[in-house]
T-cell receptor
């Protein structure tokens, strides 16, 4: 299984809602990533988890809260988002966080904040 | 100036043409990635290079570390190759954090 899955595919939420994005991989990867991508722009790194511990937070606002409950799962909890947070949210994984290695991306969740 | 520059930004080709996309970077790197993103979002990793040349099917990627330059070539292009191609580098001194280029939007027509 060389796949990273993400749910939901699409999400529409109001600014007062609380929702979560989910990401799963069963490749035994120990590094997992959240990226945000606006239209016609490259992905921007948000968070990196290594061995289920948060290793990088790219100064992301606290209305985004990541969680890595185990080595296969990565969540992104959303609360009190703004319309400018509307974007494609991509999850990725790689063997580890230490050496150069390929990142496998999920299909993304397209988020619209009303 | 971006640390990773790609050219061209947009490219239209006819089916069967040989295509070259270029990537230049200004920082020290431990690896360079070529990624493909189709409309709709999903990103596929095409190559990871730290030296030399790699080939997979109709795709060839080369890197010149001294010149800080990489190229992605597509031979016998096909409409299904239409996508955004993104160059990303893993800079030295950091872990698997990637710095992305702005992408090259390729359209291959019949």
């Amino acid at each position: 299984d060389t796949e990273v899955t993400q749910t939901p595919k699409h999400l529409v939420m109001g600014m007062t809602n609380k929702k979560s994005l989910k990401c799963e991989q069963h490749m035994g990867h120990r590094a997992m990533y959240w990226y945000k991508q606006k239209a016609k722009k490259p992905p921007e790194l948000m968070f990196v988890y290594s061995y289920e511990k948060l290793s990088i937070n790219e100064s992301v606002p606290s209305r985004f809260s990541p969680e890595c409950p185990n080595s296969s799962l990565l969540n992104l909890h959303l609360h009190a988002l703004q319309p400018e947070d509307s974007a494609l949210y991509l999850c990725a994984s790689s063997h580890n966080f230490i050496f150069p290695n390929e990142q496998f991306f999920g299909p993304g969740t397209r988020l619209t904040v009303l | 100036k971006n640390e990773v520059e790609q050219s061209p930004q947009n490219l239209t080709a006819q089916e069967g043409e040989f295509i070259t996309i270029n990537c230049s970077y200004s920082v020290g790197i431990s690896a360079l990635h070529w990624l493909q993103q189709h409309p709709g979002g999903g990103i596929v990793s095409l190559f990871m290079l730290s030296s030399g040349k790699k080939k997979h099917g109709r795709l060839i990627a080369t890197i010149n570390i001294q010149e800080k330059h990489s190229s992605l070539h597509i031979t016998a292009s096909h409409p299904r190759d239409s996508a955004v191609y993104i160059c990303a580098v893993r800079t030295t001194g950091t872990a698997s954090k990637l710095t992305f280029g702005t992408g090259t939007r390729l359209q291959v027509t019949l």
